[in-house]
């Protein structure tokens, strides 16, 4: 990734435009605008959706554009601040006069965004939303595939998994983080695991950020749990499973949410590990040679980008997602009018690279189903175990 | 959707979990300690707060990971550059102070414009992804009675202790530590009696620089590698140079330890998330009712 | 200049309802909003240097009180707003109360305070109100203005202007200049009559509810509500950022600021330079602060003063003299003071009667600087009793001393470095037994300046004076409170033999105008020559009083000043 003199005037002049009033986009190019947190904390996860967008885009160009337009990404930095997303959005819907907008990352984030959505009566197609209660809009439509009660879908597709284990769990630790939506879910699991037979050993909340892993593994160590409930996302699993480490501690079973799938290859400790995911680059997934392309593509434009972890997994996915749906709906009502793709949209279904997405149940979700799988860290890859038709080649859970 | 997270009551916890727990407060302390150190000599002593001391630490964290990544360079043999290295940045940077004569407040705001410089270049180079060094130091540990220790905790302690002692015993028995004590105290006094003030103004800041790499292995080492986590670390680090009182070398980690094992054992009894509660308010208590102990 | 700013403000008022697109609304909405908290938190630590790093949390107390009376209870969201500015004040009142009676938790101590504080809210708030999941709430905002974002930008107008006038008000205002003071030396200050403790609390209650309030908008605005994007130390940086770049000194200071960063962060949002943007916005804050120490406007303000010549307003002719009471009018018993085991007052008994010239001699380290500090209210004497006309003193806050009418001077001059030498002597008649206001109080500092000569450093500030003219601005402050009592400490000291005359003029001049005078001096010629009567100090103990020819004679006298063995 280097900066060449041309791309710096781009950035010099792009820098100017913020606050000049674009011309009106009379041109042929359909400008669809989103912001994505490129700097601060959560930039890690954004660099993924801002590859796999580009690439998105670079396809749907190659395949003539939308209705024989070419299509233009209009993306901007919301520096992971909800409030400067919320300008941004006002920005390109009432400034830049975009036609469309896509979704930015997180739930903060995407809330903003669904406010301006909602007071211009935009569509917000949202990639990464924790809390689906929250989504009170009716043009807004999630393209990762969750159900509408994640707290209780989730659970039991974990729970699920592990009765499949060699040991089938009976004592279940719960160590969540109070990050807003992996603790939904945390909370959620105590009640299927109640509902199951299944035991409540420990329960324990950190704050979000926390660094010192010591003591909550030594006491996840003292509960000696069958199965290790880590509500956790990010980094977290990682730095858990080492402060186990230290103990000379490895619960029989475990699962951790959301984790950075990179990192957590590197911790030998970690093999066995469940977690939550849409998709992998394995088959059946990559059945399809469009996508079998798309994860080739994604490999060498991450390698690029020096992103660590090349393969194509929940995150990138739920982008990619994205813009199917966003194609589907366009191409289906061959319009770019938000009410009329977002009325398309509530009555229709979309199949992309992991299932089929619908939005015909309460806010736009659907209540009990999702296309969510759980994966497996075996031998250095993550490899999906459950349900079983989407599990990879004669893979089980171990 | 609040729940009901009110089942972490209060545990009686075994022995080995308190132990333990102490254990790694202290480990966490340590580090804390290490990268406080740097920043209460040049706040104590050249009256810079220097934030840039978390993105130097850092950006030895990413250049031992980087060694050790690409050409297998050990760890502690990255030192050999990255002290040098970051030693002539903090020369480099006391001359820029002294050369615009910039203000206490000042030197924060000039500093937090250099680390916004120094985190983007980190993330341009190493992108905003983790980044997780491997190394063989991390699978050594050993067993204790029923506690356990891990490499790489020992060696941050081991250095934590190793530099604030060192730096203590300098300052104290040395007559460059002498000088440096007078510099601190009253520095036209001490030019008057022929403390060569600007000479040993580069050379703590040299050694402030210098500590910054030394804390980047050990972050290298046991944590993983963010740009973003350039940021995590102040409020925590701040508070503990603040209440080790500032330019005093054991300070940082005597407080870091104060702050780490009150959190960790917090963690062990209670709910975990409850942590900042006790350790902060434990330390404004302190303020309060022992102020003239700083 | 006022047709401007009307102007001005009717184009501000009138933005929501000229049809621009939203977008400007809501950026000018992220302006103001930075607006109000930098100016807020320059109330407290820009003016009275009381460094904050906590002004997340304040703020983050208004969000949450908003968010949890709105969001969880159904308040209407208007009715929100006044407590989410209150919660922030009572908070940081309760907290002003507990730390300003510290003495030693000044600097970098409360600083880590506030900083320790934002920790333990944020806690709090996640384990309580919050619970986890983050609040969302949508209010209707009422239909006035033809966009939602217009009615937020017309609330936080509101806010932004309430706060810059508050500012504004406080900067010109006694209150303002007592925390000016105390930002310079608050010692001082206190001993000239500034009530530091009550001015710490209400500067402090004032930034936190204004940031409370800031905070409570904000919730509406983002409408999602999350402990870690609400408690945030980067807040605080912000926050501090601004108004460091504006500049501190000047109540308009970090409003600019926050201008100058908030565009400045806003102008990097492109989607292909954030990452190169993050890095010039470091290397602008840097080029600017060299270029502009005390901040963008603290420099332009610099480079427009020293255009300005010095004015004088006419000075009014002198007031009559009062007329000194005579008889005791301090009267000191068995007063003791002690210093880690060092009795530095070993019961001093000593009488000054009204209108005399009292000259208090004695050795080096004998107690007379301790005793004035103990009469001033510096210290607080361990036992023994002090009376001045009557009332007891001891115990007393020194601002309270002052106000009784009694002033000092210091040996070594401490001026307020960072006010103007017509400020410095403008501050006692504002904080004395009189309480001027702002302009009645610079008239008087000019009838000062005129008596000690100084009229032509008015606009100076003291680091550029010389010694001599230091000590007689020291005196002219002390001066300016019209004392009933002064004490003065070593003032000649230092001085040639003709700035010693000029001195000693003065000295009887002050007299003259109805001043009783105690006159700590070395130098025994001027005791010799200028006081009725005189009180010798040694050890701890008035040991010898009366006529000064006599007193020195006194056998005691003779020996602890030749050093002979004293029993």
Known sequence: MKITRRQALAAGSAVLSSFILPARAQGKPIRIGSTLPLTGPLASLAIIHKVTAEICVDNLNKRGGLLGRPVEWVLRDDQSKPELTRTIYEQLITADKVDLIQSPYATASILAAMGVAQRYNKMLLHTSFGIPRLAKYDMQFQTAGSPFDPEVVWPNHIFDAAAKLPKPPKTIAIVTSKFPSVHAISVGAREVLKKRGLQEVLHLEYEFGNRDFGPIAARVKDANPDFLWGGTNGIDPVLMLEAMKKIDYRPPAQVHLFPAPGPMLKVPEAQGSLALTTFESHPPFTDDPAIAQFVKTYAERAKEAGIPYTAVDLQSAIMYAAWQVLEAAVNATKSLDDKTLAAWLRKSEVKCLFGTLKWNGPQNYVEGADLYKVKQLQQGRWLVVHPDPWAAPGAKIV | MGGPGSEDRLTVPSATLLGQSVLSGVFIGALYGLLGLGLSLSWGMLRQVNLTHFALAFLGGYLTFQLAAVAKVDPFVSLAVTVPLFFGLGVALHGFFTRFKVTLLNTLLVTFGLTSIIEAGIQWYWTADFQRMESAYAQVRWKIGPLYLSLPDVITLGLALALCFGTWAVLRFTDLGKAIRAMTEDAPIAAAFGVDEKRLGYLVSGVAGAFAAVAGVCLALDHTLAPVQIYAWMGVVFAAVMMGGLGRPLGPLVAGIVIGVSEALTMAVTAPTWAPLVSFSLLIAILLFRPSRF | ?567
């Open chain 3, 1 to 567: 200049m006022k047709a401007g700013l009307g102007i001005f403000a009717v184009a501000l008022l009138a933005l929501p309802y000229v049809g621009l697109p939203a977008f400007y609304e809501s950026f000018s909405y992220l302006l103001l909003s930075a607006i109000v908290l930098a100016t807020s938190w320059n109330i407290l630590s820009g003016y009275s240097g009381y460094f904050s790093f906590g002004h997340g949390a304040f703020f983050g107390v208004g969000v949450y009180t908003t968010a949890g009376l709105a969001g969880k209870l159904d308040w209407p969201f208007l009715w929100t707003l006044p407590l989410a500015a209150l919660a922030a004040a009572v908070l940081g009142v309760a907290l002003g109360a507990v730390v300003f009676r510290v003495r030693a938790l000044r600097g970098e101590l409360f600083a880590l305070l506030t900083l320790a504080i934002t920790f333990v809210l944020a806690t709090i708030a996640l384990n309580t109100v919050d619970g986890g999941p983050g609040i969302q709430f949508m209010v209707d905002t009422p239909k006035l203005t033809p966009t939602a974002s217009g009615f937020l930008y017309l609330l936080m107008l509101a806010a932004a202007a309430l706060t810059l006038w508050i500012a504004y008000a406080i900067y010109h205002s006694r209150f303002g200049t007592g925390l000016l003071a105390i930002h310079d030396d608050e010692d001082v200050a206190e001993v000239m009559g500034v009530p530091t403790y009550r001015f710490k609390l209400a500067a402090f209650a004032i930034s936190c509810a204004l940031a409370g309030l800031a905070g409570g908008i904000h919730a509406v605005f983002v409408s999602y509500v999350t402990v870690a994007e609400t408690f945030s130390i980067a807040l605080a940086v912000n926050v501090v950022l601004m108004a460091a770049l504006g500049g501190t000194r000047h109540w308009l200071g970090p409003a600019v600021g926050a201008v100058a960063i908030t565009v400045l962060l806003y102008a990097f949002t492109s989607g292909q330079a954030a990452v190169l943007g993050r890095a010039l916005t470091g290397l602008i804050l840097i080029v600017v602060i060299v270029a502009m120490p005390e901040g963008i406007l603290g420099q332009l303000l610099k480079r427009f003063r020293k255009k300005e010549p010095v004015r004088k307003p006419p000075v009014e002719s002198a007031r009559p003299a009062m007329k000194a009471k005579t008889g005791t009018i301090l009267e000191v018993r068995g007063a003791s003071k002690a210093f880690k085991g060092v009795q530095a007052l070993a019961g001093v008994d000593l009488d000054v009667r009204g209108g005399e010239i009292l000259g208090l001699v004695g050795p080096n380290g004998s107690g007379k600087s301790t005793l004035i500090n103990v009469v001033s209210g510096h210290y607080t004497a361990d036992s023994g009793s002090i009376r001045f006309e009557g009332a007891e003193l001891i115990g007393v806050a020194a601002h309270r001393i002052a106000r009784a009418g009694i002033a000092r001077t210091y040996q070594i001059p401490r001026p307020f470095p960072q006010l103007t030498v017509l400020q410095n002597i403008a501050l006692p008649p504002m904080f004395g037994q009189v309480a001027m206001d702002r302009a009645a109080a610079e008239r008087e500092a000019w009838r000062w300046l005129e008596f000690t000569g100084l009229e032509a450093k008015a606009h100076r500030f003291p680091p550029d004076l010389n010694l001599h003219e230091r000590k007689f601005l020291e005196l002219a402050r002390a001066l300016a409170s019209r004392p009933k009592l002064l004490f003065l400490d070593e003032v000649l000291s230092g001085l040639t033999p003709v700035e010693m005359d000029g001195a000693l003029r003065l000295i009887r001049a002050i007299r003259e105008q109805g001043a009783t005078i105690v006159f700590v001096e070395h130098v025994m010629r001027a005791v010799m020559e200028l006081t009725d009567r005189i009180v010798v100090l040694t050890y701890g103990k008035a040991i010898a009083a009366g006529q000064p020819a006599e007193v020195m004679r006194h056998p005691d006298v003779v020996s602890a000043y030749l050093g002979t063995a004293h029993v």
